[in-house]
C-alpha cells in the first residue's frame, strides 16, 4: 500500500529545484528502445579480469545480468564508465551510454532527470557533477530513498579522492578507474550496507550500547590525550560508536562522513594487521582536501578500534604515541579493559529486556545528537526475508513522514496485513515502534508510552552524551 | 664493547606497483603467514620487526605503502628518512619492472642520500611465467648497486634473507646516521624476533 513514490516527496530533488529554479522531475516518454536494447543485450562481450568480484563476467549478454535486483552504475557525465554493481562496467560501456544519453538529453532541455519508471523498474539518477549515479531496481524502495543511497556511493568516492582531484581528472579526460584502484569493493560494501543499515535510514549513528560510567572514564581518556594534532579521536566497534572527541566544539562530523569512515575501516581486513595511517576525505567536513588517519584496533579479536584523525601528513608518529598512552589509560584504570571487552561482547539487546509488553521492533533517534539505537530483529522477524520486509517497511514510512522537511508529520500510525507502525517525531526524537496489526490501538498506545519511558531511564548507556 | 644487547633501529619502506606483493613480504617476515587473496593496501601500514645478527640486532620500522597510482604524491612523506627501501616487481610483470625502476630512480633522486636500496622479485613460486629473466635484474641492480634478490612471500624463500642482508648491509653507528628519525620508543605493535 506503500510502495507509490511521488516525486515530491523527494527532499533533495526538491532542494535542487528550489536552487535551479526548474520545474518537477522530467520523465522519458519513450524508453522501449532502451528497454529493447537491454532486452536484446548489448553488442559487447564480457570480460572477466577480476575473478575476485562476484558476477564480474556478467554484461548485457548475459540472462543472470538482468535477474539481479537492484544494479547500481556510476559514470562521468560524458558518459565514460566507472563503475557497475554487477558486471564488467566497462562491457556495460553502451548500456552506461545510454543512461547518459538519457540524462543528458533532458539536460540539454535545461531540466534534470531524476527518475523514471519503465515496467517493474524504477531508474533513479543522481547528478554530482562531474558524475552520474544512477540506480535501477525492482525493489520498491521511495525514490528519495535511494537517491540517498547513490549520495553515499558518491560520498565513498570523494572520500577516496577528493572532490578537487575528481573535477581535475575528468576534465584532463584522464580515466577515473585508474586513480579508483581497489575502490570497487568499498562502493560494494556500501550499497550493501546503506540497504540494510537502520541508523543509515534514519540519517544518524548508531551508538554502542555501554554503561555510562564505563563511556564516560573512556571519553575522559580520549579527553585528556587531546592535543593541537588530533581533529577527532573516535574508539568505535564495527559499526557502532563507542567514543568521540572533538578538538573544536565546532566541528562537525555528520552522519554521512561517519558511515563512509565505518565502511572504510571495517571493509579492510588488514588494518588488524598493523598501524595505519590512510588518507581520508570526509566530504561533509571538507570535500577539497584529505585529513589523514591514524587506524589502530586496540583489540583486534573485540573489533575495537581506535581512529584519530589529523590535517598533518606527518603526524603519524605522534598519534601513535598518543594512541599508546591512551590504551595505557585505558589498561590502568581498573577494570575498564574488561569491561569494555565484555560489553563490546554483550551490547546488542532485544525487545524482552525493555520490557515493553507486545512490542515486536522499535527504532529511535535522538535529533539534537543524531544518534540512534534499535534492538536487535527477533521473531518474527528472524528469518532474511522478513527482517528485509521490515526494513522495507520503516523506509516508506520514513519517506512518507518526512515527505515535507517544514511540516512533517509529527504522529503517524501505520497498518497493514503483517505489523502496526505508531511513529512520533517531536524536537528531541523520532520513534517508530512496530506491533502486531492484530493488537489494540489503545495497547499499542499504551505500550508505546511504557517504552519511550524505557529508552529515557536507559538514554545515558544507549547513546554518547 | 658489548654490542649483543645493542639495538639498531631503522627505517624501511617498501614501493612498487599494486598487486606485486610488498604487503604479502611484509607480513612474511613480520608475523610469518600468508594469505592467498591479501587485499589492497589503503594509504600505508607501519610494522615493526627485529633481526637478529651475530652481534647486534636491528629493529626494523616498516612502512608498507599502498602501490595504487592516487597514492604516489604521498611516497615521499614514507621514504623521506629512510635508511632502507626494498623496490617490489612481480617476476611475471614486465611492466611492474619498469616501474620498480622508476622507483629506484625516483629513492636515488630524493631519498637519503646513503639509502640502502634492495630489489625483490617476487611470486618466485610463479616462476613458470616469468616474464622478467633473473640476469636481467641482476645485471640493473649490480650497475646501480643495489641489494638484489627474487623472493616468494607465498613460500617464505628469500624473505627472511632478504631483510638479514638488508640488515647486514646498513652502517651500525647510530650517532651518524643520516636523516634519522628513530627517537620514537618502541613501536606500539607486539614484535616477534627472528632468530637466523
Same mark, same amino acid.
Request: aromatic share 10%.
Given at each position: 500500500?506503500?510502495?507509490?513514490?511521488?516525486?515530491?516527496?523527494?527532499?533533495?530533488?526538491?532542494?535542487?529545484?528550489?536552487?535551479?529554479?526548474?520545474?518537477?522531475?522530467?520523465?522519458?516518454?519513450?524508453?522501449?528502445?532502451?528497454?529493447?536494447?537491454?532486452?536484446?543485450?548489448?553488442?559487447?562481450?564480457?570480460?572477466?579480469? @577480476?575473478?575476485?568480484?562476484?558476477?564480474?563476467?556478467?554484461?548485457?549478454?548475459?540472462?543472470?545480468?538482468?535477474?539481479?535486483?537492484?544494479?547500481?552504475?556510476?559514470?562521468?557525465?560524458?558518459?565514460?564508465?566507472?563503475?557497475?554493481?554487477?558486471?564488467?562496467?566497462?562491457?556495460?560501456?553502451?548500456?552506461?551510454?545510454?543512461?547518459?544519453?538519457?540524462?543528458?538529453?533532458?539536460?540539454?532541455?535545461?531540466?534534470?532527470? @531524476?527518475?523514471?519508471?519503465?515496467?517493474?523498474?524504477?531508474?533513479?539518477?543522481?547528478?554530482?557533477?562531474?558524475?552520474?549515479?544512477?540506480?535501477?531496481?525492482?525493489?520498491?524502495?521511495?525514490?528519495?530513498?535511494?537517491?540517498?543511497?547513490?549520495?553515499?556511493?558518491?560520498?565513498?568516492?570523494?572520500?577516496?579522492?577528493?572532490?578537487?582531484?575528481?573535477?581535475?581528472?575528468?576534465?584532463?579526460?584522464?580515466?577515473?578507474?585508474?586513480?579508483?584502484?581497489?575502490?570497487?569493493?568499498?562502493?560494494?560494501?556500501?550499497?550493501?550496507?546503506?540497504?540494510?543499515?537502520?541508523?543509515?535510514?534514519?540519517?544518524?549513528?548508531?551508538?554502542?550500547?555501554?554503561?555510562?560510567?564505563?563511556?564516560?572514564?573512556?571519553?575522559?581518556?580520549?579527553?585528556?590525550?587531546?592535543?593541537?594534532?588530533?581533529?577527532?579521536?573516535?574508539?568505535?566497534?564495527?559499526?557502532?560508536?563507542?567514543?568521540?572527541?572533538?578538538?573544536?566544539?565546532?566541528?562537525?562530523?555528520?552522519?554521512?562522513?561517519?558511515?563512509?569512515?565505518?565502511?572504510?575501516?571495517?571493509?579492510?581486513?588488514?588494518?588488524?594487521?598493523?598501524?595505519?595511517?590512510?588518507?581520508?576525505?570526509?566530504?561533509?567536513?571538507?570535500?577539497?582536501?584529505?585529513?589523514?588517519?591514524?587506524?589502530?584496533?586496540?583489540?583486534?579479536?573485540?573489533?575495537?578500534?581506535?581512529?584519530?584523525?589529523?590535517?598533518?601528513?606527518?603526524?603519524?608518529?605522534?598519534?601513535?604515541?598518543?594512541?599508546?598512552?591512551?590504551?595505557?589509560?585505558?589498561?590502568?584504570?581498573?577494570?575498564?579493559?574488561?569491561?569494555?571487552?565484555?560489553?563490546?561482547?554483550?551490547?546488542?539487546?532485544?525487545?524482552?529486556?525493555?520490557?515493553?509488553?507486545?512490542?515486536?521492533?522499535?527504532?529511535?533517534?535522538?535529533?539534537?545528537?543524531?544518534?540512534?539505537?534499535?534492538?536487535?530483529?527477533?521473531?518474527?522477524?528472524?528469518?532474511?526475508?522478513?527482517?528485509?520486509?521490515?526494513? @522495507?517497511?520503516?523506509?516508506?514510512?520514513?519517506?512518507?513522514?518526512?515527505?515535507?522537511?517544514?511540516?512533517?508529520?509529527?504522529?503517524?500510525?501505520?497498518?497493514?496485513?503483517?505489523?502496526?507502525?505508531?511513529?512520533?517525531?517531536?524536537?528531541?526524537?523520532?520513534?517508530?515502534?512496530?506491533?502486531?496489526?492484530?493488537?489494540?490501538?489503545?495497547?499499542?498506545?499504551?505500550?508505546?508510552?511504557?517504552?519511550?519511558?524505557?529508552?529515557?531511564?536507559?538514554?545515558?548507556?544507549?547513546?554518547?552524551? | 664493547?658489548?654490542?649483543?644487547?645493542?639495538?639498531?633501529?631503522?627505517?624501511?619502506?617498501?614501493?612498487?606497483?599494486?598487486?606485486?606483493?610488498?604487503?604479502?613480504?611484509?607480513?612474511?617476515?613480520?608475523?610469518?603467514?600468508?594469505?592467498?587473496?591479501?587485499? *589492497?593496501?589503503?594509504?600505508?601500514?607501519?610494522?615493526?620487526?627485529?633481526?637478529?645478527?651475530?652481534?647486534?640486532?636491528?629493529?626494523?620500522?616498516?612502512?608498507?605503502?599502498?602501490?595504487?597510482?592516487?597514492?604516489?604524491?604521498?611516497?615521499?612523506?614514507?621514504?623521506?628518512?629512510?635508511?632502507?627501501?626494498?623496490?617490489?616487481?612481480?617476476?611475471? *610483470?614486465?611492466?611492474?619492472?619498469?616501474?620498480?625502476?622508476?622507483?629506484?630512480?625516483?629513492?636515488?633522486?630524493?631519498?637519503?642520500?646513503?639509502?640502502?636500496?634492495?630489489?625483490?622479485?617476487?611470486?618466485?613460486?610463479?616462476?613458470?611465467?616469468?616474464?622478467?629473466?633473473?640476469?636481467?635484474?641482476?645485471?640493473?641492480?649490480?650497475?646501480?648497486?643495489?641489494?638484489?634478490?627474487?623472493?616468494?612471500?607465498?613460500?617464505?624463500?628469500?624473505?627472511?634473507?632478504?631483510?638479514?642482508?638488508?640488515?647486514?648491509?646498513?652502517?651500525?653507528?647510530?650517532?651518524?646516521?643520516?636523516?634519522?628519525?628513530?627517537?620514537?620508543?618502541?613501536?606500539?605493535?607486539?614484535? *616477534?624476533?627472528?632468530?637466523?
Amino acid at each position: 500500500m506503500m510502495n507509490d513514490s511521488n516525486n515530491s516527496d523527494d527532499n533533495l530533488s526538491e532542494e535542487l529545484n528550489s536552487k535551479l529554479n526548474i520545474p518537477s522531475a522530467s520523465y522519458i516518454e519513450d524508453i522501449s528502445q532502451l528497454l529493447s536494447n537491454i532486452e536484446n543485450g548489448g553488442v559487447l562481450g564480457g570480460v572477466n579480469n @577480476r575473478p575476485v568480484r562476484k558476477h564480474a563476467n556478467q554484461d548485457t549478454t548475459s540472462p543472470e545480468w538482468f535477474k539481479h535486483k537492484k544494479h547500481f552504475f556510476i559514470f562521468s557525465q560524458s558518459g565514460k564508465p566507472i563503475y557497475s554493481r554487477y558486471g564488467d562496467e566497462v562491457a556495460l560501456n553502451t548500456f552506461m551510454a545510454s543512461l547518459s544519453a538519457m540524462s543528458s538529453f533532458v539536460e540539454s532541455q535545461n531540466d534534470t532527470l @531524476r527518475y523514471l519508471v519503465a515496467g517493474d523498474f524504477q531508474f533513479v539518477f543522481l547528478h554530482r557533477p562531474p558524475l552520474v549515479l544512477v540506480c535501477i531496481t525492482k525493489t520498491k524502495e521511495p525514490n528519495s530513498i535511494i537517491a540517498t543511497q547513490l549520495e553515499y556511493a558518491h560520498s565513498l568516492i570523494v572520500s577516496v579522492l577528493t572532490q578537487t582531484t575528481i573535477k581535475m581528472c575528468i576534465e584532463a579526460k584522464y580515466d577515473l578507474r585508474d586513480l579508483l584502484g581497489g575502490t570497487d569493493k568499498f562502493i560494494d560494501s556500501i550499497i550493501h550496507t546503506v540497504d540494510s543499515d537502520l541508523s543509515i535510514l534514519l540519517n544518524s549513528v548508531q551508538c554502542l550500547k555501554l554503561n555510562s560510567n564505563l563511556r564516560n572514564s573512556l571519553t575522559n581518556i580520549l579527553s585528556n590525550h587531546k592535543s593541537d594534532q588530533i581533529l577527532f579521536s573516535i574508539l568505535l566497534s564495527g559499526n557502532k560508536l563507542i567514543s568521540l572527541v572533538k578538538q573544536k566544539k565546532s566541528f562537525q562530523l555528520k552522519p554521512q562522513d561517519v558511515h563512509v569512515l565505518m565502511n572504510s575501516v571495517s571493509s579492510t581486513s588488514s588494518f588488524k594487521e598493523s598501524e595505519s595511517w590512510i588518507p581520508i576525505c570526509l566530504p561533509n567536513f571538507n570535500d577539497a582536501s584529505y585529513l589523514h588517519l591514524y587506524i589502530c584496533y586496540i583489540y583486534p579479536d573485540r573489533d575495537i578500534c581506535i581512529l584519530l584523525f589529523s590535517a598533518q601528513a606527518d603526524a603519524f608518529y605522534q598519534l601513535s604515541e598518543t594512541k599508546k598512552a591512551i590504551l595505557k589509560d585505558i589498561e590502568e584504570t581498573e577494570g575498564l579493559a574488561d569491561e569494555l571487552k565484555k560489553a563490546v561482547q554483550n551490547h546488542d539487546y532485544s525487545i524482552n529486556q525493555t520490557e515493553v509488553p507486545h512490542l515486536l521492533h522499535f527504532i529511535y533517534k535522538c535529533r539534537p545528537t543524531q544518534f540512534s539505537t534499535y534492538p536487535i530483529y527477533s521473531p518474527p522477524y528472524s528469518s532474511k526475508p522478513e527482517k528485509k520486509r521490515l526494513f @522495507r517497511l520503516y523506509q516508506h514510512i520514513v519517506n512518507r513522514v518526512n515527505s515535507s522537511p517544514q511540516k512533517f508529520h509529527k504522529y503517524f500510525y501505520h497498518t497493514s496485513q503483517h505489523e502496526t507502525v505508531i511513529v512520533a517525531i517531536v524536537g528531541h526524537h523520532e520513534l517508530y515502534a512496530t506491533f502486531s496489526p492484530l493488537e489494540k490501538k489503545s495497547t499499542v498506545f499504551e505500550s508505546f508510552t511504557l517504552l519511550l519511558q524505557w529508552i529515557k531511564d536507559n538514554e545515558q548507556n544507549l547513546f554518547l552524551n | 664493547m658489548n654490542n649483543n644487547n645493542k639495538i639498531f633501529q631503522f627505517k624501511l619502506v617498501l614501493l612498487g606497483e599494486a598487486a606485486v606483493g610488498k604487503s604479502s613480504l611484509v607480513l612474511r617476515f613480520v608475523r610469518g603467514h600468508f594469505l592467498d587473496y591479501q587485499e *589492497s593496501t589503503i594509504g600505508a601500514a607501519f610494522l615493526a620487526q627485529t633481526v637478529c645478527l651475530n652481534d647486534t640486532t636491528v629493529k626494523f620500522e616498516i612502512w608498507d605503502t599502498a602501490g595504487q597510482e592516487r597514492y604516489h604524491t604521498l611516497a615521499p612523506m614514507y621514504y623521506r628518512g629512510a635508511q632502507a627501501a626494498i623496490v617490489v616487481y612481480d617476476i611475471r *610483470s614486465e611492466d611492474s619492472f619498469e616501474r620498480a625502476i622508476k622507483w629506484v630512480k625516483e629513492l636515488q633522486r630524493q631519498g637519503s642520500p646513503n639509502i640502502v636500496i634492495a630489489l625483490a622479485g617476487n611470486k618466485l613460486d610463479l616462476a613458470a611465467k616469468r616474464r622478467v629473466e633473473t640476469a636481467e635484474a641482476q645485471q640493473y641492480a649490480e650497475e646501480n648497486g643495489l641489494l638484489f634478490m627474487e623472493t616468494s612471500a607465498k613460500t617464505s624463500q628469500n624473505v627472511n634473507e632478504l631483510f638479514v642482508e638488508i640488515a647486514k648491509k646498513l652502517p651500525k653507528t647510530p650517532t651518524t646516521r643520516p636523516g634519522s628519525a628513530q627517537t620514537q620508543s618502541p613501536p606500539p605493535l607486539p614484535t *616477534s624476533t627472528t632468530i637466523l
